[in-house]
């Protein structure tokens, strides 16, 4: 436990339920448990909701499965997220182009309003610009240390955590075991987005589109005229016209956890980022009058730390696409590692649930170890490398994010520990909300809560 602040605490607030990162799974995780008496808190580094979700992509994946008939396996609020995007016209369906099931398209800054509204119009006490600096104490009450440059260090005493960090930091800090990505296997490599404007899309399709684009980016390299790092990546349309929104920057061996690499990792993606521009303004008819308008907010991180819960999902589950009478919902999206090949370049590695092609998340997998009172949700749950290289899709991530709300608030009814309260109960509230817990069985199921219909 971290408790060298207590001298320079500048001010102390409380509340029931604390939810420290407001990416996909924290802003879901505190706007389901605010649908309850309880005072729920969010606390977020940055200036705006999302993480990841917002500052860098613009694709759910995972709320359906891949292949040639789709399932849809995700509901509930991650429904309630995309329908208000589509009221405002900023969503759009994007077919399996690369792998990953069919992806739903949106408009990030967009999505930032999104997240405000639902968290304001849900009664959460937001704290933006607050970093998580330090724990002195976890159990009946829980005080984090939090940093905010205008308050100094203050601290946030809550009866129930939600660690929603991305990176674990409340479990970090307040000792609870973790692996660290890279101990183990290779971590996987870290990416900065960017976005072009004023793309000649027609021009683009008509001179071969992405089939086109992955010779030129392969011609490219190989004869060393764009040393670019990949031979492959994502460069799709958004939602606002004539833009295009690129995954393909790849930084590898460097450690997000650390100052220095980090600081390089950084760097490393925007110099990348402006090879690229290069390569598609000189190579790649549509785009000769394009230019990048955006870089990521920070370079994407894939993983840091998966925290040891009660349960910790496996390779083996994804293999044998398990079941579990505990699950809290599902995941059919294949394992997409990004990594080194053993000749060292780089590559990624897919692989697809087989059988059912569907699996299920049980509810150990969000409880660390070794706490009563703490959730650790996102893509630093419990799971090993494989496994987390499977089920770290937003759609996921806000899955885990509402089961976690929802767990909280019955551990404060149920005056229970977060591993013994009433799981059933939980799935059954999940189903209340429009959560989908078991395979859905035909068709007709596939489509409940209507939405993907719609456009
Ligand atoms: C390059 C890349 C491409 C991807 N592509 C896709 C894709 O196309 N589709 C898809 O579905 N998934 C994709 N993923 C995976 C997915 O985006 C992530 O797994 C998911 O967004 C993680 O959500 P999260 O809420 O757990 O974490 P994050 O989105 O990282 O949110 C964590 C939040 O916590 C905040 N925070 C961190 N530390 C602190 C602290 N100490 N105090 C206060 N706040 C803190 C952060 O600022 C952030 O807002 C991609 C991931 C990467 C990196």
Redesign the pocket.
Known sequence: MNNTFSASISKEFETDILV???????STAAIAAAKSKYKVTI????GF?????T???D????FFTPGDTPKKIVGGIPDLVVNRLNKTGNIFLRPNTYG?GT?VNYNPERLKQVWDNLLTESGVEIFYH????GVEAIGEINKCI?FHKGLGFFMIKAKRVID????A?FCRWANLPFEKAGEKEPAQS??T?FRMCNVNLQKFAEAGGKKMLKQKMKASVESGKHPLPRKEGSAHEMCQPKCIST?AVKVTDKDALDINQLTEAEKEGRRQAFLFEDFFREEVPGYEDAKIIGVSHQI???ETRRVYGHYRLTREDFMEARQFKDQILLCGAPIEDHRKSATGESETFWQYVPKSGIYGVPYGTIVPKESDTVWV????FSATHDAHASC????Q?MSM?QAAGLAAVQSLEEDSNAINIDVQKTRNKLLELGGIVEIPKNEADTSRNGWANNF
Do not use: K, N, W
């Not at 909701?49 to 979700?53: D, K, R």
């Not at 770290?392 to 759609?395: E, K, W």
């Open positions: 420290i990162g407001s990416g996909s799974a924290g606390a977020e580094r940055y909701p999302g993480g990841t979700s500052q860098m992509l694709t759910f994946y995972g990953a992806g607050s970093t998580l600096v939090f929603a960090s991305g990176d930091d870290m990416t987005t995954v994407g991180v894939r949700v996102g893509r630093c770290r899709s937003m759609a991530t994010g």
